[in-house]
């Protein structure tokens, strides 16, 4: 019987490119590293992102970042096979869906958690769709999908918002900085024990920094209860998180050092044993960083992410190019992230406000859209 309070979710995300074989060969990875949960990303690029978003630099060249998803897009029976190649581990399914369609064909192959990553965290129509699941699946007598939700590139008026539309049974946060690399020392780890205070969820952390202990240890200190980290077979190989993400032996070491720490506290009691694993870290990686990486505890965008903050989470964008006098349809906007090149448009949460406008003046395909743009 599993003695630990902490869920350990290793992060494959697109990391087996589409294949089988790597990504069965990563859950045997994570399993054997220690993971309590193997976690997936459900990726259709028109969900994600607009065609001219930009592009990503790649070791063999810069392709458009649309066209990268694309080639990243599997089909639902390679997530069936997953799910029931992970249960076989003895681990738990987790995946991040993108969009409605991908949401919708997530829930109905039962995954253990679902997981909404930092930029869909203001996607307001994905959040109520994965609301009235949970709302129809607890009518009926069942137990509702858990849901863990990421808050990098968030305030905590963002993070409220997305926490009162999904609720709070079954909910858990990760405190998050959506940068990658994310410095160790810009994480603020002390907000976990007050998100936790103010909100009253489970909370811990989605961790993008290289070292493979620091963030994870001291979110464990500060009362965090889930530690998401990306695993990977290789950082040279080319999936699109790899450079950032743990090498196995490397993740079996957070793991250890975790589950260590954890004995500690029960060990020695919150008090002692923090100041106990304090002085430890504080040997490793000095006192100063430590401290700098605890930060104090108020709620607000890491330097490392404040530029991405508008561009990496949803924005509303043109699809077409349209004339002055035309009238919006469902097709003709979508909530998308803004990325490289575009403009951020307005909030997801005017989605339904914008259906039935009539364009004020020519806009171009991509655009983020704004409120000036209608009569």
Known sequence: MKQSRINIIAEIGTSHEGSIEKARALVDAAADSGADTIKFQWVYADEILHPKTGFVKLPTGDIPLYERFKQLECPVSFYKEMIDYVHS?????????????????????????????????????????????????????????????????????????????????????LHCITSYPAPEEEYNLRVITNLKNILGI????????????????????????????????????????????????????????????????????????????????????????????????????????????????????????????????????????TEKILSPGISPEFYDLMIGKTLAHDVEDGAGVHFEDFI
Not at 211 to 226: A, E, I, R
Not at 306 to 316: D, P
């Open 89 to 173: 581990k003895g681990c738990k399914f987790c995946c991040s869906p993108f969009g409605l369609r991908s949401m919708k064909e997530l829930l109905e192959l039962k995954p253990d958690y679902v997981k909404i990553a930092s930029p869909e965290l203001n996607h307001y129509k994905m959040l109520e769709q994965l609301r009235d699941w949970r709302d129809a699946q607890k009518s009926r007598g069942e137990a509702m999908v858990p849901v863990v939700l990421s808050s990098g590139v968030s305030t905590l008026a963002d993070i409220d918002k997305a926490v009162r539309i999904v609720g709070r049974e079954e909910v858990s946060l």
């Open 202 to 337: 489970e909370t811990g952390v989605s961790d993008h920094s290289l070292d493979p202990t620091l963030v994870p240890v001291l979110s464990l200190l500060c009362g965090g209860t889930v530690i998401e980290k990306h695993i990977t077979l290789s950082r040279k190989t080319a999936g699109l998180d790899d450079p950032v993400a743990l090498e196995p032996e490397q993740f079996a070491l957070m793991v250890h050092v975790v589950h260590q720490t954890e004995a500690t506290l029960r060990h020695y009691g919150q008090t002692v044993g923090f100041e106990r694993a304090l002085d430890q870290l504080s040997e490793q990686f000095g006192r100063e960083k430590v401290e700098a990486a605890l930060g104090d505890g108020v709620k607000k965008l890491a330097l490392a992410e404040e530029a991405n903050y508008g561009r990496t989470n949803r924005s509303l964008h043109f699809m077409r190019a349209m004339k002055k006098g035309e009238i919006v349809g469902e097709g003709d906007i979508a909530i998308l992230r």
